[in-house]
């Protein structure tokens, strides 16, 4: 039995594997795999659900690709899901310049199982090593003001909060949310690693995240690009959860650019070869305490 101060609130037989299927950054000119319309996110679901993926992360798309926060798009994609799979939806509210209320919108009227949240503000970049420039620079805003709009939502539509960590001091940002009430145990993480601006990826930078974590709160480890699978293997034989998907990573351990699918069947075994099974939507929805 793996020890408790890794697995956390984890389940140590079982692992939650996500696929991020879209992204709002990543486009067909990069990789030729990654879906637009609801129709083509509704197919990579279920593709990932059969290869042992449990949730489906989604950021909402045009159909030429753009990043949108139409709530119609959502309830779309929710429909074309649901007539497909019973894979647990989790919606991105992450943006960059976009209103917070075109972002709670779709919460309220879609009510994803989970929702992605934000937990604190930081540089957010791609820098090119080969041309010397950067390929994108922003500033991804997430103060504390949007942080508890985000939370009263969720709580009031019976949203289960998946906080997006992507830096040390995410993780202590859930300390006054804890204090008045609106963040309840067990708290949910998703620790994100490679994003520039953030914490660097590393095994040693994980475990750090995770000896960070209220012992009862579940965990799953976010990769950027390969980094990706060094952090999966760390995570599973340290009890934690998954996220593998186009939105993080498009290529296989080998080099070879993958589906969705294939990039999730990869991660399944991988957790088999550790003595771990990937958990089922239901098994999922009993770990992570969705009703």
Not at 126 to 146: H, I, W
Request: glycine letters at 10%; one cysteine or more.
């Amino acid at each position: 039995m793996l020890e408790q101060d890794s697995t956390k609130g984890n389940d140590p037989e079982k692992v939650v594997v996500s696929a991020a299927l879209t992204g709002a950054l990543t486009t067909r000119d990069q990789c030729e795999h990654i879906p637009y319309t609801p129709e083509e996110i509704a197919e990579d679901a279920a593709a990932a659900r059969e290869a042992g993926a449990a949730v489906a992360h989604i950021h909402a798309r045009t159909d030429d690709g753009a990043p949108t926060f139409d709530t119609g798009v959502y309830r779309e994609i929710r429909d074309a899901v649901r007539e497909r799979t019973d894979i647990v939806l989790n919606f991105s509210t992450g943006a960059v310049g976009e209103p917070v209320e075109s972002r709670l919108e779709y919460l309220r009227e879609v009510e994803p199982e989970l929702a992605a949240l934000n937990m604190g503000s930081m540089n957010y970049a791609k820098y090119s090593e080969s041309r010397e420039e950067f390929v994108f620079d922003v500033v991804f805003e997430n103060p504390f003001a949007e942080i508890r709009q985000f939370l009263e939502t969720m709580n009031e539509h019976g949203i289960e909060p998946e906080l997006e960590c992507f830096d040390t001091g995410h993780v202590g940002n859930i300390r006054p949310f804890v204090g008045s009430g609106e963040l309840e145990h067990p708290i949910h993480f998703s620790l994100i690693m490679g994003v520039l601006g953030g914490i660097p990826a590393s095994v040693e930078n994980l475990a750090h995240q995770v000896g960070g974590l209220p012992d009862d709160a579940t965990w799953q480890v976010i990769g950027i690009s390969r980094d990706q699978w060094q952090l999966v293997a760390a995570a599973l034989a340290m009890g934690g959860n998954v996220r593998v998907g186009l939105e993080d990573n498009f290529y296989l351990p080998n080099g070879e650019m993958a589906t969705n699918a294939e990039l999730v069947s990869k991660a399944a075994g991988l957790a088999r070869d550790v003595g771990r099974e990937p958990a089922t939507p239901d098994e999922a929805r009993g770990i992570l305490g969705i009703e």
